[in-house]
């Protein structure tokens, strides 16, 4: 064959949004060769700090941004992509559009466009930390057929783990993902205030930490679970009731959260 | 030299308790040349169970619990340790005595006998899992400085990080352990439920669980914090506490945590 064939990654791609999330996709598809074309933000900075690594133009103007690209990658937060929905897709309908939020329903895109999806992979991203984009879920649907064939091939290249979601499954893996991953996180983050309170590090934790995630890989969290409230141990429960009498919001928790395993247990 | 040198791993220990920290704690010692004597439980079965796997004899009486011992490892729940505690010290008051637990102080044991301490290893032991015990935290407390410095010493047999610690301090770290261990992987019981009931596999969100566990061996967890709550995005929030409306207990947890997280990113 003499045609070139034209492969995946030469479509041109524009990120709208310059976040941690749009920061760590638009780098993971970079790496793999994918050509970004322009990054929008309203945000200079974000933008020409993200455009440079990915070897893209920016702009922080959204009449600037490209009309000729193929596929338009929105990560934007929830208000700020609804605001800018039918302005970004003005002039650029030929395309094939999508947003990369858990939260928003593809509906979204109906009436603005008729080429568009969802691209979500499901991970929490700071732009302190690189992350292995092959580990990571990536759930995807598109109003199309053929854009949902072309979407999964290019999720294909990033990870091994690539699903076809419904708006409603994708809500609620994003539900799932806010009890699993931030708000556990935040009962490390209020351990570690109190820890320090009494001058002792959460470090030593941390095996502890790693264990109990490395058991849910192994067994379901029910069967994994251990502890005083397990065992309905009042004595402890109430000493440490007691010893959280400075923190409120501790405390409430601890109830909380002691009275759920315990009724969980016996169901 | 002639004299063959005794070393620390000839010390005859019973273990009273025959449970999952009695178990993995008894299995370590045995495979780093430690000598089992002797285990003790209420239930033939566990103590039949531990005793094999460690080439030790077995008992379900109490008086039956072998008096020449050097280490007496008690593994028990609280109440249990509370009522069988003058009984068991009877007679075998020239050993050094031991309990793990990180919620009972040290001074339980004055008044009974006058050599003992507290070995605690802050991890969460299943049955159905081996765990590394090098990695586990073990704190140690003695009333006798020479039966300290025995303990740190098989401590360090088992693992890399053996720390002194007061009752006070140990009190803490178990109430942290029970937040940052238990409370979380409630968290993920809840949330596994839940999904089961929409028809959707907790085992996609493991990538997310990792990494967020992997961010806090880099970041304060208060740094690694991302999500809905953290941007305090009202629309989001609002239309899970609707999705929820079934669930009224994760409800309850959905609001007081996101409550926390957005008071705490601005404390």
Redesign the interface.
């Known amino acids: 064959m003499n045609r070139m064939k034209r492969s995946i990654e030469d479509t041109p791609i524009v990120f709208i949004g310059a976040g ?1 999330l749009a920061t760590h996709l638009a780098k993971a598809l970079y790496r793999k060769g994918f050509r970004i074309e322009q990054v929008y933000s309203r945000t200079e900075l974000s933008a020409s700090k993200l455009a440079e690594v990915v070897e893209a133009t920016y702009t922080t103007q959204l009449a600037e941004v490209v009309k000729g690209a193929q596929l338009y990658i929105v990560a934007l ?3 700020a992509f609804l605001k800018l929905l039918p302005e970004m897709v003005l002039g650029r309908q030929h395309a094939l559009w999508v947003h990369t939020a858990g ?1 928003l329903p593809m509906y979204v895109w109906e009436g603005v466009t008729e080429r568009y999806g969802v691209f979500y992979p ?5 732009m ?2 690189e ?1 292995k984009f092959a ?3 990536i759930f995807i649907e598109a109003h199309q057929a053929e854009d949902e064939i072309f979407l999964k091939k290019i999720a294909a290249r990033l990870s091994k ?1 690539v ?1 076809e979601t419904t708006s409603e ?1 994708r ?3 994003h ?21 320090n309170k ?1 001058e ?1 590090s ?1 470090d ?28 309905n ?1 009042e ?2 429960i109430n ?2 009731l007691r ?2 009498a400075d923190e409120p ?2 405390q ?3 109830r ?2 002691s009275d ?2 315990h ?2 247990s016996q169901s």
């Open positions: 941690n937060n929830d208000a939260s499901l991970q929490t991203f700071s302190r930390r992350v580990e990571i879920p783990r699903y499954e809500k609620w893996l539900l799932a993902a806010v009890f699993s991953c931030n708000f556990t996180n935040h009962l490390y983050a209020l351990t570690e205030k109190w820890l009494k002792l959460f030593v934790l941390l095996p502890l930490i790693d264990e109990t995630v490395c058991k849910v890989h192994e067994l379901s969290p029910r069967d994994a679970q251990t502890g005083p409230a397990l065992r141990d004595n402890i000493t440490h010893m959280l919001e501790m409430e928790l601890y909380l959260l759920s395993i009724r969980f």
